[in-house]
């Protein structure tokens, strides 16, 4: 009994540490623009370790004027982008997924340019009160759908 009570205790300690950081952000990027252009969109996957859903509720970014999570869908043969006022469920155990076509954050009203090689901060913010500063590099579409021309 003791002794099942102490491996309780230390299994119970180990996965405290295992899941500490609870949601983990991989694979982040923000999509290069022309200086012109108005918006961009920041893309990346949120993986869920707790038990429980988390939402992404917002975000900001000290590039943009405005930052809204937004999704991309076909609607009478036009891409539409929807946003996201309640924000998007993580599931438990689960990964979301932002990518070109579907969920991303939309960074509008660009204050400054966005070219491949730049760094943009992004700060996202869930419904259990965390947040996550990501640094994110600034990437065309090219060199992330796994069709990068290397030829140059
Ligand atoms: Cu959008």
Same mark, same amino acid.
């Given at each position: ?22 949601? !983990? ?6 999509? &290069? ?11 990346? *996957?949120? &993986?869920?370790?707790? %038990? ?25 043969? /036009?891409? *539409? !982008?929807?946003?996201? *006022?309640?924000?998007? &469920?993580?599931? &438990? ?12 954050? !939309? ?7 966005? *070219?491949?090689? %730049? ?23 090219? /060199?992330?759908?796994? !069709?990068?021309? /290397? %030829?140059?």
């Amino acid at each position: 009994m003791r002794l099942s009570t102490l491996v309780m205790a230390l299994l119970c300690s180990f996965s405290v540490n295992l899941y500490a950081g609870d949601l !983990m952000i991989s694979d982040g990027w923000v999509r &290069a623009v022309p200086p012109e252009a108005p918006n961009s969109a920041a893309y990346m *996957k949120i &993986a869920n370790h707790k %038990d429980a859903a988390v939402t992404l509720v917002a975000a900001n970014s000290s590039v943009a004027k405005m930052v809204q999570i937004h999704l991309s869908k076909k609607e009478g043969g /036009m891409m *539409k !982008m929807e946003h996201q *006022k309640e924000g998007v &469920a993580v599931p &438990a155990g689960g990964t979301l997924e932002l990518k070109p076509g579907s969920y991303h954050v !939309m960074l509008m009203g660009l204050k400054q340019p966005l *070219k491949e090689g %730049d760094q943009v901060k992004v700060v996202l913010k869930f419904s259990d009160g965390s947040e996550k500063e990501l640094m994110l590099p600034v990437a065309t579409s090219d /060199m992330k759908s796994g !069709m990068s021309h /290397m %030829d140059h």
